[in-house]
């Protein structure tokens, strides 16, 4: 052990590696292990993973401790596959039991989980349903139901469900698979009034009645805008947001301000956290008992308890709490609070409960920001250090530092999101770090800890002063955003990027926690904007088929036409996305010309026939243009033309087809690739 120590303080010297180095590696490794088990997963079985697991262990106990210790990183990239695999095998397990006839109208009793408002759409229920195998299943309602409707309700409606909708371009967002990470195995929709039957009592039910008496008191305190925005702050209850508000925070950059997630929960516990340290060292008498440090550790994690209870115990604020718990189980051990090892701790646990987390934008997001904002601290608490001023400074100068360091964390949080938020929402708001370099700080110093101070009087009845300052704050930054969104080419949309660029992303994270250098920072960084340019430059389809064969969309020089689309509607949106074209850019109408054996759908570059019978199969097929028609049919089509099976279309999603610039060749691309390909 002591010649690894001296070979790794050589290599610290050497390169100027971070101290935990190492120990990021591991971390690293364990996500990667996660990703080949998500890219393995159905083609390997646990048993084969597991005792391959072993016979590595195995050999390198056998060689030497020095092996082991060596080969650490290899066995948590094992164990993130197996994790992955067996965590995947499990639930794949439990929806195959359930037993559901898709597209049937169905009586259904269960107990909702969530209320989630739509304003003039309707409500969308999250339900419990099925004895004695439960199943989640998600329901849109535009039928009648009681207005007084939460959590913990016993319900019976009528019903039409349905899988879930996979991607619906290559490299897409799978809406299927992010709702069985959520826990829910089917969507549909509602058929009659939904009526309530009973109330099951359970702690759920009274968690949300309190959300709800809490939302309740914020609306009835404040105004009409202000007062749904700090519902959704504090409550997480979103529903009561006006659309035109909503719209405003996302085209400023600003959405990830109502999704209660790590921003909200650290600056929740920082508040509580610095507030009862202050508080309890100017208590003498307590101070010879306690250190105020460890208390007030103590008390801002039974805050951020009460925050995550009261938010709705989503995911994504589960992950953040487990973070802000280590980082406070830091403090009572009298540890550095913020490190890479502590971040390298929690994402380690919460990839452990919830594997899936990985692929998710939020846990990248947050994971990425962190580790931005602690290099950044190590960095300048050296310079700090250095400082040898020896004049005291004033707490206007010390109020200042605190707000210049504010703007410093909302520029380096954006620079280290943005290429994951590129990635994963096709979208650029190109005033959005000025956007955030305004509310940000106005969250930070003024709306939380006026918040928590809110929660705080709220049983006394005596949070109108503090919950009208709130009410102005948060109208400001409704202000704020509008006259953001309301910018010319305040947006840009961008077309999608492909996996690999998730990868490149997840190399240049790894490489700047091991070399924590400025000139490393500006190698990455342009390392993923290159990658961006070159993906840019990659061919893309030009054409996309629809899963069911009857929807056709070309996009070519800046041109947008379709056929059998409705516009605005998920595929239309979704597709805009892929090619990133601007919501409000209108679509042309692609020419289609029927008959009574088929249709031919002239997309400018190549034809896309749809043949009924087997003669026009047969022309279609020897004037080579791209087939649409049943499998069976295909042994029937002669000559070098693009065959799509209308079945294969219905089982891997819609199919993306372009010309290659060198051979002009046409090329296909699935959505869902079929496993032999």
Known sequence: MHRIAERHEKLLSLVKLHRDWFFTVGVFSFMAGIVFGYVVHGLISVAVLFWFSLSVAAMALYSSKTVFYQLRPVFLCLTGICLYVVHADFRDESISHLDIREGFQKNLTGVVDEVDHRGGAGIRLKVTIGEPTPMTVLVLVRTGYPKDLIAGDVVVFDGVLQMPQGPVYPDGFDYRQFLQFEGVHYTGFATSDIIRIGVKESFKHSVEALRQSIANSFLGQMSEQGGPLAAALFVGKRDYILPEDRDHIRKAGLAHILAISGLHMGLVTGVLFLVAEIVLARIT????????????????????????????????????????????????????????????????????????????????????????????????????????????????????????????????????????????????????????????????????????????????????????????????????????????????????????????????????????????????????????????????????????????????????????????????????QYWGIAPDQEAGRLVRQCGERGCIVDTGDFSVAFPEDIDFLRQACQAELVVVAPAQWQRYCQGSTLYVAIENLMTHGPLGVGIDEKSKDLFQVWSSPPAEK
């Open 285 to 576: 008498i307590l101070t010879h008992h306690i250190l105020p440090r460890k208390a007030a550790a103590i008390l801002a994690w039974s805050g951020g308890l009460f925050y995550l209870i009261i938010s709705g115990m989503s995911i994504s604020t589960i992950r953040a709490f487990i973070m802000v718990s280590i980082v406070l189980f830091a403090v009572l051990v009298d540890r550095q609070a913020l490190t890479i090892r502590n971040i390298g701790i929690a994402a380690f646990v919460i990839l452990v409960i919830w594997p899936e987390a990985l692929f998710s934008a939020g846990f990248q997001m947050s994971f990425a920001a962190t580790i931005g904002l602690v290099l950044f601290f190590e960095q300048f608490t050296r310079q700090t250090k250095r400082d040898t001023e020896p004049q005291r400074k004033g707490r206007l100068h010390k109020l200042g530092k605190v707000f210049v360091l504010s703007l410093i964390t909302t520029a380096v949080s954006q620079v280290a999101i943005g290429p994951i938020a590129l990635y994963h929402f096709q979208e650029v708001a190109t005033f959005g770090a000025a956007a955030n370099l305004f509310v940000v700080p106005m969250m930070t110093m003024i709306v939380m800890p006026l918040g928590v101070l809110c929660l705080v009087l709220m049983p006394f009845g005596l949070m109108a002063p503090a919950a009208y300052v709130l009410d102005v704050v948060l109208l400001s930054i409704l202000t704020i955003a509008q006259d953001f969104a309301q910018l010319d080419t305040f947006a840009v949309t961008v077309q999608s990027l492909p996996a690999w660029y998730g990868i490149v992303t997840y190399l240049g994270f790894l490489l700047i926690c091991t070399v924590p250098r400025l000139v490393t920072a500006f190698f990455v960084l342009a390392l993923w904007y290159a990658g961006i340019l070159v993906a840019f430059e990659t061919p893309k389809p030009i054409v996309m088929i629809g899963k069911t064969g009857h929807q056709v969309a070309v996009y070519r020089e800046g041109e947008y036409k379709t056929y059998g689309l409705r516009s605005s509607g998920f595929v239309d949106d979704n597709w805009r």
